[in-house]
C-alpha cells in the first residue's frame, strides 16, 4: 500500500540552526500539507501546496518558515532559524485528485531545539 | 472558536470495557467529512474511519462502530471490548472545502485512552 515517508524520524539541532525536514508523497498525489503538534497538544495545520505555489498558511506559518518541492517528489518544510517553541512533531499529509478530505499522513518527524 | 471539541480528556477503563470518544463540529458547509485518527505511544496518525455529511448511516467495522448525527452535530466513535493495544490518543477531525478548493483538516484536543489490562 502506498504511503507518505517523512526524513528524518527525529533530529534534535541547536535554536538559530536551519531545519530541512523532507517527505515524499504518494505518487499520484497533487496537493501536500504541513501539521505540526507540539508534545500533548492537538494537531495543527501549517500549509497546504498545490500546482507548485502555497494554497493556504496558517498564522504558525510565519516568514521562518517555507516550503518547496524541489524535484518533483520531496516535499520539503524549512524552518530558516529554529526557536525553541519549534520543538514539535512536524507531519507530512498528501491528497489525491478527487479524494475529497481524505489526507493521508506520514509518521511524522520529531524535532527538539536546545 | 473550536471548530472540533472533544469534551473528554482522558478515559481509562479496564479491558473488554466498551470506550465511547465524543466529538463535536463546528461548520457551515453543507459538504464536509469527518474523521477519526489514532495516535498511539510511538507518535503516528493512524487513520481509522471517514465519513462525508451526507451520510449519516452508522456502521460497524470489527471492534469500532461510529454514531454520526447531523442533528447535533456530533461524530462519536465506539471501540467495543477494549484492548491493551487500543491505548492511544484519538482525534476527531474535520475537513472542510477551502475558498482555494483544497481541503483542510481541524482537529479536535485528543482523548487519551488508557485500557488497563
Known amino acids: 500500500e502506498p504511503e507518505v515517508t517523512q526524513t528524518p524520524s527525529h533530529q534534535v539541532t541547536q535554536m538559530g540552526q536551519e531545519v530541512i525536514l523532507r517527505c515524499v508523497p504518494i505518487s499520484n498525489h497533487l496537493y501536500f500539507y504541513w501539521y505540526r503538534q507540539i508534545l500533548g497538544q492537538k494537531v495543527e495545520f501549517l500549509v497546504s501546496f498545490y500546482n507548485n505555489e502555497i494554497s493556504e498558511k496558517s498564522e504558525i506559518f510565519d516568514d521562518q518558515f517555507s516550503v518547496e518541492r524541489p524535484d518533483g517528489s520531496n516535499f520539503t518544510l524549512k524552518i530558516r532559524s529554529t526557536k525553541l517553541e519549534d520543538s514539535a512533531m512536524y507531519f507530512c499529509a498528501s491528497r489525491g485528485q478527487g479524494m475529497a478530505g481524505e489526507l493521508f499522513f506520514g509518521e511524522g518527524s520529531r524535532l527538539t531545539v536546545l | 472558536a473550536q471548530k472540533v471539541t472533544q469534551a473528554q480528556t482522558e478515559i481509562s477503563v479496564v479491558e473488554k470495557e466498551d470506550v465511547t470518544l465524543d466529538c463535536v463540529y463546528e461548520?457551515?458547509?453543507?459538504?464536509?467529512?469527518l474523521f477519526w485518527y489514532k495516535q498511539p505511544p510511538s507518535g503516528e496518525l493512524v487513520f481509522l474511519i471517514r465519513?462525508?455529511?451526507?451520510?449519516?448511516q452508522n456502521e460497524i467495522s470489527g471492534r469500532y462502530s461510529w454514531n454520526f448525527q447531523k442533528s447535533t452535530s456530533s461524530f462519536n466513535f465506539t471501540i467495543t471490548a477494549s484492548q491493551v493495544v487500543d491505548s492511544a490518543v484519538y482525534f476527531c477531525?474535520?475537513?472542510?472545502?477551502?475558498?482555494?478548493?483544497?481541503?483542510?483538516?481541524?482537529f479536535g484536543a485528543g482523548t487519551t485512552v488508557t485500557v488497563r489490562a
Open positions: 477531525a474535520l475537513s472542510e472545502a477551502q475558498i482555494s478548493n483544497d481541503y483542510k483538516l481541524s
Open positions: 465519513r462525508n455529511s451526507f451520510d449519516e
Open positions: 461548520t457551515r458547509d453543507t459538504t464536509y467529512y
